[in-house]
């Protein structure tokens, strides 16, 4: 079956720390690749999304994400993360063979000041 | 305008009763979702539909029930609400290519 497993459930980091947060998928063919953000209160924001050429990928907010097709994995990183980062970070996946967009389990992110 | 459109944005329900969150978007997109977030499980596919005539189960599907009304809109449906129907629903949309996805701003939904 497909699905997207996000290692992190919860991650607190002071500011100015670096982050990585883990995302692996199990999907055969072409997939499309998601990062969202959701801030308290707020709905789903797209940060960064993947679909084919330079497997680094630049999102908003200096958020990236590297497509690494040979570990099915598309983590996403921040080099300093700054107190207004504090969210939870959704990675989602959906392929041309299901068109269903399949989500991670979530990986809420503390900054602490 | 929002380009995604839920209704009500709050809502809470005894057990038992029906209810139906309703959902409508201007992207114009043929492809609409209906998603449950709840803590530590991320956003769980209820229901799902490529176009007016073609509607299918998503990962959680029991309990509910959707009707695609026009290309603008996707209901979703509580027959007989239960306490564990408490969370934060989400629709959405995409192009055919899967490439842009639009959220609403969530309905959440309070079963007692």
């Known amino acids: 079956a497909q699905s997207v497993s996000q290692h992190n459930h919860h991650v607190i980091l002071s500011e100015a720390a670096s982050l990585e947060l883990g995302c692996n998928y199990s999907y055969g063919g072409t997939v499309n690749l998601f990062w969202y953000v959701q801030y308290p209160g707020q709905h789903l924001q797209l940060l960064l999304k993947?679909?084919?050429?330079?497997?680094l990928v630049k999102g908003i907010k200096g958020f990236e994400a590297e497509f690494i097709k040979s570990k099915f994995s598309f983590n996403l990183r921040k080099p300093s993360v700054q107190w207004s980062d504090t969210a939870e970070y959704f990675c989602?996946?959906?392929?041309?063979?299901?068109?269903?967009?399949?989500f991670g389990q979530g990986t809420t992110l503390q900054v602490k000041p | 305008d929002a380009d995604v459109t839920q209704t009500p944005r709050n809502r809470i329900t005894k057990t038992g009763k029906r209810i139906m969150l309703e959902c409508s978007q201007t992207?114009?997109?043929?492809?609409m979702y209906w998603y449950r977030q709840d803590p530590g499980l991320g956003l769980r596919l209820i229901y799902y539909?490529?176009?007016?005539?073609?509607?299918n189960k998503g990962e959680i599907s029991d309990g509910y029930s959707v009707s695609r009304q026009a290309q603008a809109k996707f209901s979703l449906s509580l027959e007989s609400a239960i306490p564990n129907q408490t969370a934060l629903y989400f629709c959405?949309?995409?192009?055919?290519?899967?490439?842009?996805?639009?959220f609403g701003s969530g309905t959440r939904l309070t079963v007692v």
């Open positions: 989602a996946v959906t392929s041309s063979n299901t068109g269903k967009l399949i």
């Open positions: 993947y679909f084919s050429g330079d497997p």
């Open positions: 539909s490529f176009d007016v005539k073609d509607i």
């Open positions: 992207k114009g997109h043929d492809r």
């Open positions: 959405a949309t995409s192009d055919r290519g899967y490439y842009g996805y639009t």
